[in-house]
């Protein structure tokens, strides 16, 4: 089946501009991850749903930063007035229902979106 | 202190010989564990995963768990070129319940 599919692979962004970033889970995955790869380094944890609701939150970097799944599937993390530190690649992840012979802590991630701030 | 520390890198082995790789974390009621491999430009792809103490192998991959050390290590035998990436060591649980923790990753180049 497909995987974790994120939207658009690329963007580029001047800075004081807000940008979109789209995440589309594995079907049937309730949880959602987001996180932020600066280069060179490991992800970073930004932020986590179970279905809708936003369960963990303490990643996001600053109030610029706002990331929803309103019907429990696509996901979109917003950033308002971009600035240069914000450049980096975003990868969005998800995870199988326990119960279905996954586990929350298995993690399936996508391609990433990369951001530049210019 | 990180919360997860890698060896550093870049790690360089000929083609044939094992690669070690070493993560120590510092949140003792982590539950899981996990190695990832990524190669540049591509999202993080899932290798390994170890839940207790000992030894884990899955085909050239074997993993190693000192809960009581805090040390996880990934051992790649018959090392190809295609196994040089970046290695990342993740944990799950404890106070980092719901998220993955992640080292800074390990750059293994295998020459031929």
């Known amino acids: 089946g497909a995987g974790v599919s994120q939207s658009p692979r690329y963007k580029v962004a001047k800075r004081g501009q807000d940008v979109a970033l789209r995440c589309d889970p594995i079907?049937?995955?309730?949880?959602l991850f987001w996180y932020q790869q600066a280069l060179g380094q490991g992800p970073e944890f930004l932020t986590y749903?179970?279905?809708?609701?936003?369960?963990?939150k303490s990643g996001l970097p600053s109030d610029r930063f706002f990331a929803e799944r309103p019907e429990g599937s696509v996901s979109t993390l917003k950033i308002q007035r971009t600035q240069q530190e914000d450049s980096a690649v975003y990868l969005c992840a998800s995870s199988p229902p326990r119960g279905s012979g996954g586990a929350i802590d298995i993690q399936y991630f996508g391609a990433g979106t990369r951001l530049s701030v210019l | 202190q990180k919360e997860v520390e890698q060896n550093s890198g870049p790690l360089s082995v000929p083609e044939g010989a094992i690669a070690s790789l070493n993560c120590t974390y510092s949140?003792?009621?982590?539950?899981?564990f996990f190695w990832y491999r990524q190669y540049s430009g591509k999202s993080p792809e899932l290798i390994m995963s170890i839940y207790s103490n000992g030894d884990k192998e899955d085909g050239r991959f074997t993993a190693q768990l000192n809960k009581a050390s805090q040390y996880v290590s990934l051992l790649i035998r018959d090392s190809q070129p295609s196994d040089s990436a970046t290695y990342l060591c993740?944990?799950?649980?404890?106070?980092?319940?719901?998220?993955?923790?992640f080292g800074q990753g390990t750059i293994l180049t295998v020459h031929p």
């Open positions: 749903f179970q279905n809708e609701a936003q369960l963990d």
């Open positions: 949140d003792r009621g982590s539950q899981s």
């Open positions: 993740a944990v799950f649980g404890g106070t980092s319940y719901g998220k993955l923790t």
């Open positions: 079907s049937g995955h309730v949880s």
